[in-house]
């Protein structure tokens, strides 16, 4: 029977070649943008869940408070808080805590056999417990005692094949640092970066019993401030997370009421991450550890990819409904000779998953063609191993079955429930509701269609936006070029005299943070004669004369900086006179106060600049201060011209001639500013990419359905013709339901669509206002679509001889 079934279903399929062309295309693009989708998706999954016991282990993240607002929000925590939790509650078995000193150290790392140094980001020290909680995959070295003593370091894979070759490096000496500062570490250990995902994702790891940072977070007593190490905390088994997670007010007020006081905080909330939730669910929560994702991104496309594999069965759908009349006469003869209903449904079911199945195969090789174009899309790295993974693989199968029985089970339905009696007398035996159905259909792909063109325009506005709002400097021709060490910082006029004179360098000058990187240095300041209890963070942002020039970031009131200045010199944005209710002109007659422990320091205000973005443009623009800075970590450079790489290149000669053994690391801050909005672009790609693929699908099933429309129609064109009816007339005729059903679903999407946009752009803090026009064009783009789309057809038969059409059979 099932044979039987498989063979008139295949007759079928090419029996009817356009129908089955058109569906095996539709089905098969839908199929090939759900896989797709599904393996970026994938990509995002998984996080930190192969871990043993990650079901346990938690981040704390940290809240701050001032005067009732919520002032400043981190992933990280202060350097006593981790132990102290293991010291307070018996639920906590194991804590760990890891630094991220891409932040405070130049990351310069050699083999001491060799002589060239590298720059090499996600570099962490963390404590002897760090694999107790995160077990690693070592290939080579004790995980149990790889970091237990002082100037131990522990490399990823791929940096110890890069420093030492294939040779065992255990027991091997690193130099990390330069100058008076370097320090000779010996390699404990080597792990497989590439065995787990995780949002740690480290590059090397060194030991916090190190002297210098992991000195100071080791005995920092402080439960208020510095807030910058990142803590985790292992529970043991069973444990009540929500129930502890309450204890935490209570724990933070009994262990740090008066460095909250101190700090002029009203409250400090401690909060705890579930290590598996950090990268999707992360979102808002500023100074993360590495890059995340964000769930409802994925959502998105979730979402995007279930309407266009919809939209594919929709297609299957009405075509299969309206060519019903042509399989009339076969089904009544099968029930005439004895075939039940449920014999015909499973024979059309059948045939919908034979086209699906036959769908789902081809789109494997497709997909695995266009991987290159994904990887690029996404920026990720998939394989076809990706593919062959055991949940994929399900998934599409899964995806392949679901497909066919949407697709089907409603002309399965339709197709065996007709009249044997009226089927054998006639042809046309379809009700008027069958239409009806099949024109909601038609609206709902509008819909789908009209909305993600809208969709598209508006994040592509958004992130245009993005790359063209006056930032407060100017980010373009602007080269930003890491200075990493102190004896590279010691020279830095020299180095900045020396790059003034090459060809094509206008302005030098250097600063701590470079535009887009996270500004973590902050103070409290406050009023002299106020509170230092009552104080406000502001940032902070050590830079060099001639800044301003080179950043052209206008001086509204007061000077630059001078040689002569110190650090109780500063110059202050319009965010923080706002913040302190300072009017402009007052300014430069102020001071601000900073206290540490006993003492206190005034800082005379020298200078007002206007607002800057030093930050994404998701964040409102905070307080900042700057200072003269004698040990700057950038070096920044204004140029102007036509050649870059003879530019680069006289700058890397003359850096290689000043400085020794020290990379030439450089960055154009324009590129480095758009990082900063990775995840919008790439969803920008990705929507586009999609629309078009789901507009592109729309086509074949109006093409598929104007075609049969065309053909039903036939002589009723050839009568009107004869009787002399214009080709305009027939083209109208043929045309004008579908346009009215766009116009339906143009009303039906554009305030769904407004609502949703608005929704996601609430997330920014400087935004587009979604503007009429969009909606306009989106509606517009569907109607020219459907008019090229059926038009072509129309016109077909509009053209066509009355005479052929009338005395055919």
């Given at each position: 029977?099932?044979?039987n079934?498989?063979?008139?279903?295949?007759?079928?399929?090419v029996?009817?070649?356009?129908?089955?062309?058109?569906?095996?295309?539709g089905?098969?693009?839908g199929?090939?943008?759900?896989?797709?989708?599904l393996?970026?998706?994938?990509?995002q999954?998984?996080?930190d869940e192969?871990?043993?016991?990650?079901?346990?282990?938690y981040?704390?993240?940290?809240?701050?408070?001032?005067?009732?607002?919520?002032?400043?929000?981190?992933?990280?925590?202060?350097?006593?808080?981790a132990?102290?939790?293991?010291?307070?509650?018996?639920?906590?078995?194991?804590?760990?805590?890891?630094?991220?000193?891409?932040?405070?150290?130049?990351n310069?790392?050699?083999?001491?056999?060799?002589?060239?140094?590298?720059?090499?980001?996600?570099?962490y020290m963390?404590d002897?417990?760090?694999f107790?909680?995160?077990?690693?995959?070592?290939?080579?070295?004790?995980?149990?005692?790889?970091?237990?003593?002082?100037?131990?370091i522990?490399?990823?894979?791929?940096?110890?094949?890069?420093?030492?070759?294939?040779?065992?490096?255990?027991?091997?000496?690193?130099?990390?640092?330069?100058?008076?500062?370097a320090?000779?570490?010996?390699?404990?250990?080597?792990?497989?970066?590439?065995?787990?995902?995780?949002?740690?994702?480290?590059?090397?790891?060194?030991?916090?019993?190190?002297?210098?940072?992991?000195?100071?977070?080791?005995?920092?007593?402080?439960?208020?401030t510095?807030?910058?190490?990142?803590s985790?905390?292992?529970?043991?088994?069973?444990?009540?997370?929500?129930?502890?997670?309450?204890?935490?007010?209570?724990?933070?007020?009994?262990?740090?009421?008066?460095?909250?006081?101190?700090?002029?905080?009203?409250?400090?909330?401690?909060?705890?991450?579930?290590?598996?939730?950090?990268?999707?669910?992360?979102?808002?929560?500023?100074n993360?550890?590495?890059?995340?994702?964000?769930?409802?991104?994925l959502y998105?496309?979730?979402?995007?990819?279930?309407?266009?594999?919809?939209?594919?069965?929709?297609?299957?759908?009405?075509?299969?409904?309206?060519?019903?009349?042509?399989?009339?006469?076969e089904?009544?003869?099968?029930?005439?000779?004895?075939?039940?209903?449920?014999?015909?449904?499973?024979?059309?079911?059948?045939?919908?998953?034979?086209l699906?199945?036959?769908?789902?195969?081809?789109?494997?090789?497709?997909?695995?063609?266009?991987?290159?174009?994904?990887?690029?899309?996404?920026?990720?790295?998939?394989?076809?191993?990706?593919?062959?993974?055991?949940?994929?693989?399900?998934?599409?199968?899964?995806l392949?079955?679901?497909?066919?029985?949407?697709?089907?089970?409603?002309?399965?339905?339709?197709?065996s429930?007709?009249?044997?009696?009226?089927?054998?007398?006639?042809?046309?035996i379809?009700?008027?509701?069958n239409?009806?159905?099949?024109?909601?259909?038609?609206?709902?792909?509008?819909?789908v269609?009209?909305?993600l063109?809208?969709?598209?325009?508006?994040?592509?506005?958004?992130?245009?936006?993005?790359?063209?709002?006056?930032?407060?400097?100017?980010?373009?021709?602007?080269?930003?070029?890491?200075?990493?060490?102190?004896?590279?910082s010691?020279?830095?006029?020299?180095?900045?005299?020396?790059?003034?004179?090459?060809p094509?360098?206008?302005?030098?000058s250097?600063?701590?943070?470079?535009?887009?990187?996270?500004?973590l240095?902050?103070?409290?300041?406050?009023?002299?004669?106020?509170?230092?209890?009552?104080?406000?963070?502001?940032?902070?942002?050590?830079?060099?004369?001639?800044?301003?020039?080179?950043?052209?970031?206008?001086?509204?009131?007061?000077?630059?900086?001078?040689?002569?200045?110190?650090?109780?010199?500063?110059?202050v944005?319009?965010?923080?006179?706002?913040?302190?209710?300072?009017?402009?002109?007052?300014?430069?007659?102020?001071?601000?106060v900073q206290?540490?422990?006993?003492?206190?320091?005034?800082?005379?205000?020298?200078?007002?600049?206007?607002?800057?973005?030093?930050?994404?443009?998701k964040?409102?623009?905070a307080?900042?201060f700057?200072?003269?800075?004698s040990?700057?970590?950038?070096?920044?450079?204004?140029?102007?011209t036509?050649?870059?790489?003879?530019?680069?290149?006289?700058?890397?000669?003359?850096?290689?001639?000043?400085?020794?053994?020290?990379?030439?690391?450089?960055?154009?801050?324009?590129?480095?500013?758009?990082?900063?909005?990775?995840?919008?672009?790439?969803?920008?790609?990705?929507?586009?990419?999609?629309?078009?693929?789901?507009?592109?699908?729309?086509?074949?099933?109006?093409?598929?359905?104007?075609?049969?429309?065309?053909?039903?129609?036939?002589?009723?064109?050839g009568?009107?013709?004869?009787?002399?009816?214009?080709?305009?007339?027939v083209?109208?005729?043929l045309?004008k339901?579908?346009?009215?059903?766009?116009?339906?679903?143009?009303?039906?999407?554009?305030p769904?669509?407004?609502?949703?946009m608005?929704?996601?752009?609430?997330?920014?803090?400087?935004?587009?206002?979604?503007?009429?026009w969009?909606?306009?064009f989106?509606?517009?783009?569907?109607?020219i679509?459907?008019?090229?789309?059926?038009?072509?057809?129309?016109?077909?038969?509009?053209?066509?001889?009355?005479?052929?059409?009338?005395?055919t059979?």
């Open positions: 029977m099932l044979k079934y498989i063979k008139i279903g295949w007759r079928n399929l029996k009817n070649k356009q129908q089955t062309i058109i569906n095996l295309l089905l098969t693009l199929t090939v943008s759900c896989l797709t989708i393996l970026y998706v994938f990509a999954l998984g996080f192969d871990f043993s016991n990650a079901e346990s282990i981040r704390v993240e940290t809240i701050i408070e001032r005067d009732g607002k919520e002032s400043f929000d981190t992933a990280a925590a202060s350097p006593p808080i132990f102290a939790l293991k010291e307070d509650f018996g639920e906590v078995e194991e804590v760990t805590r890891v630094v991220l000193t891409d932040v405070f150290y130049s310069l790392i050699r083999a001491a056999e060799n002589k060239e140094s590298y720059y090499e980001p996600r570099s963390a002897s417990t760090f107790k909680i995160f077990n690693f995959k070592f290939l080579h070295g004790d995980i149990e005692t790889a970091l237990n003593e002082p100037n131990a522990v490399l990823s894979s791929n940096l110890a094949n890069k420093m030492f070759g294939n040779q065992n490096c255990i027991g091997k000496a690193v130099i990390w640092g330069s100058g008076e500062d320090q000779t570490l010996t390699v404990k250990g080597v792990f497989d970066e590439y065995f787990y995902k995780s949002h740690l994702n480290p590059n090397y790891i060194v030991s916090m019993s190190t002297p210098g940072m992991g000195t100071f977070v080791q005995t920092f007593d402080d439960f208020a510095n807030n910058f190490v990142y985790y905390a292992k529970l043991v088994p069973n444990a009540d997370a929500d129930l502890l997670q309450k204890k935490l007010p209570a724990f933070i007020n009994r262990r740090g009421s008066k460095n909250l006081s101190d700090a002029g905080m009203d409250n400090k909330q401690l909060l705890l991450k579930k290590v598996t939730d950090i990268h999707l669910y992360s979102e808002g929560r500023k993360q550890i590495g890059r995340i994702s964000n769930i409802t991104y998105f496309l979730l979402t995007l990819a279930f309407f266009i594999q919809l939209v594919a069965c929709i297609n299957f759908i009405n075509l299969s409904t309206a060519r019903a009349s042509k399989r009339a006469k089904i009544g003869v099968r029930k005439v000779v004895g075939a039940g209903k449920k014999a015909l449904m499973r024979q059309f079911l059948g045939e919908s998953l034979l699906s199945v036959f769908a789902m195969l081809i789109s494997i090789p497709i997909t695995i063609f266009l991987l290159p174009f994904v990887n690029e899309l996404t920026q990720e790295a998939l394989t076809y191993l990706n593919i062959f993974n055991w949940k994929i693989t399900a998934l599409l199968f899964g392949g079955i679901f497909t066919g029985l949407v697709a089907g089970i409603y002309p399965a339905v339709i197709l429930s007709i009249n044997p009696i009226k089927a054998l007398k006639s042809a046309t379809l009700q008027s509701g239409g009806n159905f099949r024109k909601a259909l038609v609206v709902f792909q509008f819909v269609s009209i909305s063109v809208a969709t598209v325009i508006v994040v592509t506005q958004q992130f245009r936006f993005t790359q063209n709002k006056d930032l407060g400097f100017n980010k373009e021709n602007l080269l930003a070029l890491r200075i990493g060490t102190n004896e590279a010691s020279k830095f006029e020299s180095i900045k005299t020396a790059f003034l004179n090459i094509g360098v206008l302005e030098v250097s600063g701590n943070y470079s535009p887009s990187e996270i500004v240095s902050d103070n409290g300041l406050y009023l002299p004669g106020g509170s230092r209890e009552k104080n406000t963070i502001v940032k902070r942002n050590g830079v060099s004369d001639g800044y301003f020039k080179t950043m052209d970031i206008p001086i509204l009131e007061g000077r630059d900086f001078r040689e002569a200045d110190t650090t109780n010199q500063i110059i944005n319009e965010a923080t006179l706002k913040a302190f209710n300072m009017k402009r002109e007052d300014a430069l007659s102020s001071k601000l206290s540490f422990g006993d003492e206190t320091y005034e800082m005379e205000i020298i200078g007002v600049v206007a607002d800057f973005h030093y930050a994404s443009l964040n409102e623009i307080p900042l700057l200072h003269k800075e040990e700057p970590n950038w070096l920044f450079l204004r140029t102007e036509k050649n870059y790489e003879l530019l680069l290149g006289n700058l890397e000669k003359q850096w290689k001639t000043t400085v020794n053994n020290v990379p030439f690391d450089y960055r154009f801050v324009d590129k480095e500013v758009e990082k900063l909005y990775d995840e919008e672009k790439r969803l920008g790609k990705i929507s586009f990419v999609f629309t078009i693929l789901a507009i592109l699908i729309s086509c074949l099933g109006l093409f598929g359905l104007i075609s049969y429309v065309a053909e039903q129609k036939k002589k009723e064109i009568i009107r013709k004869v009787l002399g009816a214009s080709i305009n007339s083209v109208q005729l045309t339901d579908f346009v009215k059903l766009v116009g339906i679903a143009f009303l039906i999407a554009s769904i669509t407004y609502y949703f608005e929704r996601w752009l609430e997330d920014f803090t400087y935004r587009i206002n979604i503007q009429w969009v909606f306009a989106a509606g517009g783009f569907a109607l679509i459907t008019l090229i789309t059926v038009g072509f057809q129309s016109l077909k038969s509009a053209v066509a001889n009355p005479v052929k059409s009338l005395r059979e």
